[in-house]
């Protein structure tokens, strides 16, 4: 079964320097989606993208976060100054064509800035 | 913020059915009813969906009741590898609608 696949599965970096996360979604999915959670805490939304662009954000997804789809394949999140709370599990997620199709989530980059 | 109420936790014992409720009285029609499971800190994982009728498939059945106020999951046979957080989710049939994740429900199943 196709499934959304998550690079690296931890990533440690220091405050102030930039990340990028990696996800390949499913491969007919239309719609790409980034959400966080941190530990002990809600799985909160980040961020969807659909036709090369952002559909919505959240109060979280401040200047510091930017997403991208490079390639046709890629869909990525940067953050471009870590700081300390941005420590969390990050989960990218796709769906397909159709308003009531489910997410599906990769099993997600757990992120530690230190 | 959520629009769903679930019960903090749950026990179940191995090889009986679980069944886990939510409560989404003020579900309206264009709405559908999602469950998602999370194990450990894995991706949440898709159970399972529907709008008005039960819904079935090979990892549990979706019960909605008449009036949509509430659902219950059904896992027919719980086993120890189900032990995750259930995620009740309702969300509006519309492109602009995205999922929101609400506390859940903690379900143990015990040997």
């Known amino acids: 079964e196709p499934e959304v696949t998550q690079t690296p599965s931890h990533q440690v970096t220091q405050m102030g320097q930039e990340v990028i996360l990696r996800c390949v979604p499913i491969?007919?999915?239309?719609?790409f989606y980034w959400y966080r959670q941190i530990l002990g805490q809600k799985v909160e939304f980040l961020v969807s993208?659909?036709?090369?662009?952002?559909?919505?954000k959240s109060e979280i997804f401040d200047d510091q976060f930017s997403v991208e789809r490079p390639d046709g394949s890629n869909f990525t999140l940067k953050i471009r100054s870590t700081k300390l709370e941005d420590s969390a599990m990050y989960f990218c997620?796709?769906?397909?064509?159709?308003?009531?199709?489910?997410?599906?989530f990769g099993n997600g980059t757990r992120l530690t800035v230190t | 913020d959520a629009k769903t109420t679930q019960p903090p936790s749950m026990d179940c014992a191995e090889g009986r059915a679980a069944n886990l409720p939510c409560n989404h009285s003020?579900?309206?029609?264009?709405?559908?009813v999602y469950w998602y499971r999370q194990i450990h800190s894995q991706g949440p994982q898709y159970i399972i969906h529907?709008?008005?009728n039960n819904e079935t498939n090979e990892m549990a059945s979706l019960i909605i009741t008449e009036d949509r106020k509430s659902s219950t999951l059904i896992l027919p046979h719980a086993t120890l590898r189900d032990t995750a957080v259930y995620y009740c989710?309702?969300?509006?049939?519309?492109?602009?609608?995205?999922?929101?994740f609400g506390p859940g429900t903690r379900l143990s199943v015990l040997p």
């Open positions: 997620a796709s769906k397909k064509k159709g308003t009531n199709s489910p997410l599906h």
């Open positions: 491969s007919n999915h239309l719609y």
């Open positions: 993208f659909y036709n090369n662009e952002i559909s919505e």
């Open positions: 003020t579900i309206s029609g264009n709405e559908y």
């Open positions: 529907g709008l008005k």
């Open positions: 989710i309702v969300r509006a049939d519309n492109y602009g609608q995205n999922f929101v």
